[in-house]
DNA sequence: TCTAATGATTATAATCATTATAATATTTAA
DNA sequence: TTAAATATTATAATGATTATAATCATTAGA
């Protein structure tokens, strides 16, 4: 089985037709590590499918999130990001080179003591600073 | 010394000038727990202050994060809120009844091993789900 | 006190990502 | 093969925020 028919699968396995445009915006998420934003998407399948439109990408992307297969990460204002690994983890977002980093959060390691009573469905940790090669870089990398 | 001169010495040791606009708008969001939106601050002002406008929340409110004063909230993406807390904490949003509730954060309890080299400046952590008297109301309280 | 000069506030218009709507195309099922 | 359902597209609308420029207030110097 090829990638493309395992992300294929995992569309249908959620109830999302796997029509040829949410594949390739599916598989290119999926296989992203760079959390892009609905237009980077856009722009880097335009080349392939010059049809296709942004409404796509939109509708796409908010049906992902209904089903759980992305997460929206919104570590900046009015920089709607986008994550196919929807494990818990943390994003960094380095001020110099805006790039956004994952790291791992071990859940038992966040002391949960004061919210007893609440149910917690959805965690993001967004940390921001300076990644290690722009501090030897100074953000020119 | 009224609390209203202790927000203002505030904002003189950090250099704004205390106006009365910005002095109403620091002063009721550092006695809010609400997390307000600008929308939120300019509607509640707008009865003493009929004249206040728009632009000068968004002014304030953003000279006022450039001092450290107050952290943008963006736990909702398309709802910029505000907080005048500046210390560590969590932020759970409730999605019944929308409220935005702070939490304790111990920073001991988060793990950092996988962040060494990285320089740490700020931190957002955002739970949401349903929030204990919710799933008393159902989310009708 | 008068007058520049500076800074704060306001009003207006512009921006831009996202959503709404409706039309078109495609797929599915009878 | 046709009708119904669904997906995609094009276009226009929305709405929060920012840009710009004009007005107002405040301060400092003559």
């Known amino acids: 089985m090829t990638r493309r028919e395992q992300w294929a699968r995992v569309l249908q396995e959620n109830q999302i037709k796997p029509s040829y ?6 598989s290119y998420l999926a296989e992203s590590k760079s ?7 856009y722009l880097a399948l335009h080349d392939e499918m010059p049809t296709l439109s942004k409404m796509t990408v939109y509708n796409t992307l ?3 999130i209904e089903k759980k297969l992305a997460r929206l990460i919104s570590i900046e204002e009015h920089e709607a990001r986008y ?3 929807t494990q818990l983890h943390g994003h960094f977002k380095c001020s110099l080179c805006d790039r956004v980093i994952d790291f791992p959060v071990q859940d038992q390691y966040i002391s949960y003591d004061n919210l007893k009573g609440f149910d917690v469905m959805e965690k993001d940790i967004f940390f921001r ?3 290690p090669s722009c501090k030897v870089s100074g953000g020119k990398a």
């Open 129 to 131: 600073g300076i990644c």
């Open 62 to 64: 908010n049906i992902l």
């Open 21 to 26: 445009p949410r594949l390739c915006i599916y």
């Open 35 to 41: 959390h892009p934003t609905a237009d980077e998407i």
């Open 83 to 85: 994550d196919a690994n």
